[in-house]
């Protein structure tokens, strides 16, 4: 059984929405709900939790200012916050910064119940070679990841969030997840 | 080719999947990719599932939350309260209704004029008496009553005393105007007593008659008529510059004629 869980969309239009009218508890709203993905993703790039720490309040705050002036994201708040993220990752380390082997340790899908042969493979993957898989792939590929599997975004959201066009997106992921099959997998 | 439509079926399965397909299903579509897409989805699914501890996250989330709470705290407050939208809206509605009930045919309306069309009679109210000293008391006293609804007045004139001149069908009595549709009925020198309407401006369609009697100690007439312009009306505080306002011949033999 493979199993994606993808975010509420239409809660977060609303959210988004009442925020853009002043409505300062679904500001708090928005931070409660948003703050885990968009540290985890800082956080694959960042091994200071402390510094890590600084880069998200970054966003927020760029976030909750932008309500407050009226300049808050219109369509996608995800994918509006992931693109600030990875600008301030960007402004911090620059763009070529890999994901740090601590954060790839914790990367690492936790070993689940799943009846899935495929899955209970994957799970069953030692740790460290997981690592050294996601560790071949670029920044790009891994970005691309997780923005388009983790958060569901779609091609089009992932294209403005990285910069880059349609085409480049789609071959990034299928070459970063046919990379990490491969050397998961041993094809 | 087939590289190309592997990514692309690749990309197709990733995006029903995340509008809520299962693995299963969109792998349906490509019977031929059928085994590599449902490998690859499987490892994009296990890389979607990253993340760091929650007690991590959470403890994060905690130091990192008072700094953004204040900063949310020191907007100014610009959410409405609840109940002006409601208002607004309510406010809105009677505008509009008030402004769709002020057209024409609205219940606000001016109501429209009316022209009374009336029966020309003519009735005997008294009978003559003769008088061997008719004591004139020109007393004009225009009181000024309320608007009859019923009339197009814009309000009543009372006027006794004597005819100052006839010029066709209008009597003239103390510079006042009162056009009546049997003239032959007066004399100049007659007092009498004209219970008219006034109205306003040079439109006098619609003035409705009045009675115009001859107090007792002259022969009483009552002329209640429809003529063009109304039977009773009052135009201007002098007489017509002219005679020659008098378009029917009929009435030519009147004019000023009764004087003796």
């Known amino acids: ?187 | 080719m087939a590289a190309n439509l592997l990514v692309d079926a690749f990309e197709v399965c990733v995006s029903q999947i995340a509008r809520g397909q299962t693995v299963a299903q969109v792998v349906a579509q490509y019977p031929q990719f059928a085994a590599e897409l449902r490998l690859m989805l499987t490892v994009g699914s296990a890389a979607a599932r990253y993340g760091l501890p929650t007690a991590e996250v959470e403890a994060a989330r905690a130091r990192v939350q008072p700094g953004i709470d204040d900063l949310i705290d020191s907007f100014p407050d610009r959410r409405l309260p609840p109940w002006v939208i409601p208002l607004g809206i309510l406010l809105v509605i009677a505008i509009v209704t008030l402004l769709f009930m002020s057209q024409p045919g609205g219940a606000f309306a001016p109501a429209p004029t009316q022209t009374p069309s009336l029966t020309p009679t003519t009735t005997q109210t008294s009978t003559p008496l003769p008088s061997t000293t008719p004591t004139l008391t020109p007393t004009l006293s225009p009181s000024i009553t309320p608007t009859n609804a019923a009339l197009a007045c814009t309000q009543a004139l009372v006027l006794e005393g004597p005819i100052e001149a006839i010029r066709g069908n209008q009597l003239v009595i103390y510079g006042l105007t009162v056009v009546t549709s049997d003239p032959a009925r007066y004399r100049v020198g007659m007092v009498v007593r004209a219970e008219v309407c006034t109205c306003d401006g040079g439109d006098c369609t619609g003035v409705t008659a009045a009675a115009i009697a001859i107090p007792t100690t002259a022969p009483v007439a009552q002329a209640t008529t429809p003529p063009a312009q109304g039977e009773g009306a009052v135009s201007g505080g002098s007489p017509p510059a002219s005679g020659d306002d008098d378009d029917d011949g009929d009435d030519d033999g009147d004019d000023d004629g009764g004087d003796d």
């Open chain 1, 1 to 187: 059984m493979i199993v994606i869980v993808l975010p509420e969309i239409a809660e977060e239009d609303r959210l988004t929405e009442r925020a853009r009218r002043g409505d300062k508890q679904a500001m708090k709203q928005i931070y409660q709900a948003y703050f885990s993905p968009v540290y985890n993703f800082i956080r694959l790039r960042v091994d200071d939790a402390q510094q890590a720490d600084d880069l998200a309040s970054d966003v927020f705050v760029k976030l909750m200012i932008a309500f407050r002036n009226g300049k808050a994201p219109r369509k996608s708040l995800r994918g509006w916050l992931f693109q600030v993220a990875r600008n301030v990752l960007y402004d911090t380390y620059g763009r070529g910064q890999s994901y740090t082997e601590e954060a790839l340790e914790e990367w690492v899908p936790a070993a689940r119940e799943d009846t899935d042969p495929e899955i209970q493979l994957l799970q069953a993957m030692d740790s460290q070679r997981v690592r050294q898989a996601m560790q071949r792939l670029t920044p790009d590929q891994q970005e691309v990841l997780v923005l388009r599997f983790a958060q569901a975004l779609s091609l089009e959201e992932t294209a403005d969030i990285t910069g880059k066009n349609i085409n480049t997106v789609k071959s990034l992921q299928f070459r970063a997840v046919n990379a990490l099959r491969q050397t998961l997998l041993g094809d």
